[in-house]
């Protein structure tokens, strides 16, 4: 029986038609617009100005308080304007707009392929290494790694989780740096062992993946402390606290984290980023993104650098077909729909989807006949007919009494719902709406 | 009569007395003192319990009237200064003059001028869409058409116009409650001071972006020219965040800025016909 | 770019799932007891049923056309529902008016006054029975007695439930033992072949669509087992201390309309609670109910009251029963 968390979930219809494409280098673009926000937090400050040139890797914009990140320049080239462009958020955000001139990096960083076993930066070195390089969760919620890596006063840590999940349906770029990058990725969770000072790290990986699980298991004999777990298929099990459940079977109390287990989690592609950061020198620039879709000729994995139009992935995968109805930036379950090809590829870009219009249309909404399918499909074990409900008719006092403010947002009631409710867009309402109303009270 | 009937009427006649007693001591045990006049103010307010005033309900108002040393900052908008002198009247006080306000919309992004970019399919609540993206067109600032306000509106002074996809305010219905302004999460209703005739000029225009992408995104956008702001002569136009505002209380109608917008995002509303009387004014001005 | 992008919230999939699929899965699960029926009460069963499909799918479309005047909303196959169940709760050799008067309350009253399809507290099919069993208490209690399939309709012979003769026969100071042997065998309630309505004689063809149900994940397990279970307990109970004057509890799960009841009509997704510890204590709710009514009421059968009267329980059990949710942490003391 293979390990998995116990409440809810569902099994959305896979569609992982790049799991056996390569991660390909994109070529580079003429130009980038890169994001001064690109994670969780306060957005960077800028450091260059209009007409500055710069190099692959340069610094472009500072950390801006501790839960912030530093910004590189994925290109080398001329800044030709700083101005707004609409980004994955859906609004007009600041971005540095560079004039792509060669590819001249900067000199520290390493550029052989060459594998560094030794690591030889103390702990709190490996965790400033990774704000200097502005490492962020992978996973898709881009928050400061540097942040997880300190670990407050008074709390323990005694277990990393590495999640190799990768649940959501047609993404496969965890996937394939698994395959492609084993080595590196058990240094850098060694690395990150290290800088957390513990001695276990578990590898969480769906079964559907069993050539990465085989691969990284046979590697990480050569590790000490790392173990690969292969878990059973189920949406969400790439949520925080439901590969914890899974993986040590231990709840993270509401509105904790999982460091009140003693555990922490990074994503594959973290650890990824972590070991070239600390090995190699490199600041993160550069993620692999999945372009795929069912109408798309040549879907693929590509190496991307940030700032990098949606545009050319999806020109790199053949163009966009006549039928595309909607674009999608992350997973089908959590992603967010684009409304144009501009927008840039950011730290937190796992795969673009595209999707053929008679799929891009929402079912017709019907009456909810409480079913109690979404109960049964929330992995939080929470009543989204409910917080709906409460959210829709302004309720949001009660809306709160019910944990609204737990929901992950994994998108499970909403797929579940025979009657084609929008759940949680409503419950995201209402979610966002308490969170406010509970920092307007702090503040009184 | 039958010892049975006899015994129920005694038992039942002293269980009333017994409880009677108890009643009558409760009731003074947990009397509560209102000041009467609570119920006089409460009964010449308009019962909307729309919250306009920023209370919780009429009942709530009457109270903080009653209790009020003047009525400074209390009005009740829905009810105007009939209701507030008549309230003053009640309560021995002073009324204090507030000028009656009506809602407008900031924004005239009707299809002709704000062409659609995108497809929104989600549910029609402007809240839900606010959050998710800038919107249909490429203006994040401007209506999103799915009348929130409409729905907030508890006088029936709103409504959705088809063409327009712009929410339509009544001017006779709107009791400026502030319902609608509360209701939109792009802040695009304004209470401004009403005039005579209804008459009305103001920026219909909300949208901060410098002039190129807004121009871009809307053909009736402001894009912060100045030019009003000069041909001003009251100080009554205002550019900050790369929009102009016409502050209600400063402006004269004059008209001056409204011919002067090379967008025409300066709206006046219930005038008489525009073109022979600003030629008129010219000429004044010339001479 | 050929045509605007459509953007809405996440998720951007959906599953298979549809009510549609649902209420014809709830239809296709009733068919073997129907079967079961028109095998043991000939064209009796097929008329009553069409009649009372009909008239539920005419009187809601007739009511969303016409009085509520919403967009039509009978595709959903709630209707149909709502028409089978109700036929199902009938005896075969009912009268036509009776049943379109029964469909009237059931979708009329009992659905359409609410809102329709989601809202309604009460189950409609069991409103429309419990309606016409106190309006006509004659029709709705004079049984058919199975006889193999055969044609007649009105004129079919009559006689009593298996309920009914005890009920009757323990008020008549009979001894049970002697009550038992005039009730059919086991064998016989669990094919079906006994007095009683449509759907409920074939314990059997129930519990197959118990299981097509289970398996197409239209039900759960919490209700039906709750509802079994807890009249297995109390009956047996009350066998194990006067095994003279009760029933065992085989007996109560196979006679009447527990069956037919802990399957299908307490299972209806809108009148059941939502979280699975509320579903147990509903089901063991009605389970007592019935034999409350069974035991000490005046009725000889009591699924169809005990189930009315735990759906009134209901929004009361969905506000205040919460399922223990991920990472709630358990007060001390």
């Not at chain 2, 001028?113 to 809240?127: E, H, I, N, Q, W």
């Not at chain 3, 967009?71 to 009938?90: E, F, Q, R, Y």
């Amino acid at each position: 029986m293979l390990k998995t968390f116990p409440l809810g979930g569902i099994h959305p219809p896979e569609f992982k038609l790049t799991s056996g494409s390569p991660i390909k280098q994109l070529p580079l673009p003429q130009t980038v617009a890169i994001m001064v926000s690109q994670h969780i937090g306060a957005p960077a400050s800028l450091l260059v100005n209009k007409g500055d040139s710069v190099k692959t890797g340069q610094l472009i914009a500072s950390i801006n308080g501790f839960v912030s990140s530093n910004i590189h320049s994925s290109v080398s080239g001329n800044i030709s304007k700083i101005d707004t462009i609409i980004d994955t958020t859906g609004y007009r955000q600041t971005a540095v707009f560079i004039d792509v001139a060669g590819d001249e990096w900067v000199d520290t960083i390493d550029r052989s392929s060459e594998l560094v076993r030794d690591i030889n930066l103390k702990p709190e070195e490996i965790t400033e290494k990774c704000r200097e390089s502005g490492i962020v969760g992978l996973g898709g919620a881009t928050f400061p790694s540097h942040v997880k890596l300190t670990v407050p006063t008074g709390k323990k840590c005694n277990l990393l989780i590495i999640n190799g999940v990768e649940c959501e349906p047609y993404l496969t770029s965890d996937h394939r740096l698994m395959l492609e990058k084993g080595e590196e990725i058990l240094v850098g969770i060694s690395i990150l062992m290290k800088a957390l000072g513990v001695e276990q790290a578990m590898i969480g990986i769906e079964n559907n993946k069993s050539d990465a699980i085989a691969h990284l298991t046979r590697l990480s004999s050569d590790y000490k402390g790392i173990t690969v777990y292969p878990l059973a298929v189920k949406y969400p099990q790439g949520a925080e606290k439901q590969l914890i459940k899974a993986l040590i079977n231990r709840e993270v109390p509401s509105g904790r984290l999982p460091l009140d287990v003693g555990a922490v989690v990074h994503n594959v592609g973290t650890a990824y980023a972590v070991y070239e950061a600390v090995q190699k020198n490199k600041p993160l620039f550069e993620r692999v993104v999945t372009i795929t879709g069912k109408s798309v000729t040549n879907p693929g994995n590509y190496l991307v650098r940030t700032g990098t139009a949606v545009r050319h992935l999806i020109e790199a995968a053949g163009g966009m077909p006549d039928d595309t109805g909607k674009i999608v930036n992350g997973g089908p379950m959590m992603g967010k729909a684009l409304n144009n090809t501009e927008v840039p590829v950011v730290k937190g870009t796992s795969g673009i989807i595209l999707f053929p219009s008679d799929e891009s249309i929402r079912p017709e909404l019907k009456p909810c006949i409480r079913c109690a399918k979404c109960i049964s499909a929330c992995a939080l074990n929470l009543e989204p007919y409910l917080l709906a409900n409460l959210s829709a008719r302004g309720l949001f006092e009660r809306a709160e009494i019910e944990k609204i403010t737990d929901c992950m947002e994994c998108g499970s009631c909403s797929y579940t719902c025979p009657a084609n409710r929008p759940l949680l867009d409503y419950i995201r309402l209402g979610k966002s709406t308490v969170i406010k109303m509970a920092r307007q009270r702090n503040i009184k | 009569m039958s010892p049975t009937v006899v015994i129920t009427i005694i038992s039942l006649s002293i269980l009333a007395v017994i409880s009677a007693v108890i009643l009558y001591f409760v009731a003074q045990r947990f009397k509560v003192y209102e000041d009467p006049r609570i119920d006089d103010v409460q009964a010449i307010l308009p019962a909307a319990n729309c919250g306009g005033c920023g209370f919780a309900g009429c009942r709530n108002f009457a109270e903080v009237l009653v209790s009020a040393e003047t009525f400074d900052g209390l009005n009740c908008p829905v009810g105007g200064s009939t209701v507030m002198d008549a309230a003053a009247g009640i309560l021995g006080k002073v009324p204090v003059k507030v000028d009656p306000l009506v809602a407008v919309l900031l924004c005239n992004g009707t299809p002709e001028f704000r062409p659609f970019t995108s497809v929104y399919d989600g549910v029609a609540d402007c809240r839900i869409q606010h959050s998710l993206y800038i919107g249909e067109t490429d203006c994040s600032y401007g209506c999103l058409g799915n009348g929130d306000c409409v729905r907030a509106c508890q006088f029936e002074a709103m409504h959705m116009d088809p063409v327009t996809k712009l929410p339509v305010i009544i001017d006779d219905n709107c009791t400026a409650c502030g319902a609608c302004v509360k209701a939109c999460p792009r802040k695009l209703i304004e209470l401004r001071k009403k005039a005579k005739k209804d008459r009305k000029i103001y920026v219909a225009c909300s949208n901060c972006d410098k002039g190129g992408p807004a121009r871009k995104a809307c053909k009736v956008a402001c894009i912060a020219c100045s030019k009003c702001f000069k041909v001003c002569e009251f100080d009554a136009i205002v550019i900050e965040k790369n929009l102009a505002y016409i502050d209600a209380t400063k402006c004269t109608f004059c008209r001056k800025c409204v011919s002067e917008c090379p967008t025409n995002s300066i709206i006046e509303i219930n005038f008489p016909p525009k073109k022979p009387k600003i030629e008129v004014q010219a000429e004044a001005v010339s001479n | 770019m050929s045509n605007p992008l459509n953007i809405s919230p996440s998720p951007h999939i959906h599953g298979k799932e549809s009510t549609e699929k649902l209420m014809y899965g709830v239809v296709l699960a009733l068919m073997p007891a129907l079967f079961a029926s028109i095998y043991f009460f000939g064209t009796g069963a097929i008329i009553v049923t069409a009649t009372s499909v009909i008239s539920c799918i005419s009187f809601e479309y007739l009511i969303q056309r016409f009085i509520l005047r919403k967009p039509l909303s009978i595709n959903d196959g709630s209707a149909i529902v709502t028409g089978l169940l109700l036929a199902l709760n009938l005896p075969s050799n009912i009268p036509v008016p009776v049943i379109i008067i029964g469909s009237l309350v059931a979708i009329g009253v009992a659905k359409m006054t609410f809102g329709g399809l989601g809202n309604n507290p009460f189950n409609p099919a069991l409103a429309g029975r419990v309606f016409m069993l106190i309006s006509f208490p004659v029709q709705m209690t004079s049984w058919p007695v199975p006889s193999g399939f055969k044609t007649g309709y009105i004129d079919a012979v009559t006689g009593a439930t298996p309920l009914s003769i005890i009920k009757e026969g323990i008020k008549n100071g009979e001894s049970l033992s002697q009550l038992m042997e005039k009730v059919p065998s086991t064998a016989n309630m669990i094919f079906g072949n006994m007095g009683g309505s449509i759907g409920e004689v074939s314990a059997l063809a129930l519990i197959i669509g118990m299981i097509y149900m289970l398996y197409q994940k239209i039900i759960t397990w919490h209700i039906p087992v709750s509802i079994i279970g807890s009249i297995a307990v109390f009956t047996a109970l009350l066998w194990l201390i006067n095994p003279e004057s009760n029933a065992d509890p085989m007996f109560h799960i196979l006679a009447g309309g527990v069956l037919l009841g802990a399957i299908f009509m307490a299972t209806d997704y809108v009148t059941s609670p939502m979280s699975p510890v509320a579903m147990l204590i509903y089901g063991c709710g009605i389970g007592i109910l019935t034999v409350i009514i069974r035991v000490w009421g005046a009725y000889p059968e009591g699924v169809s009251f005990a189930i009315l009267i735990m759906n009134a329980f209901v929004p009361l059990m969905n506000t205040y029963i919460k399922p223990k949710r991920f990472g709630e942490e358990v007060k001390n003391g």
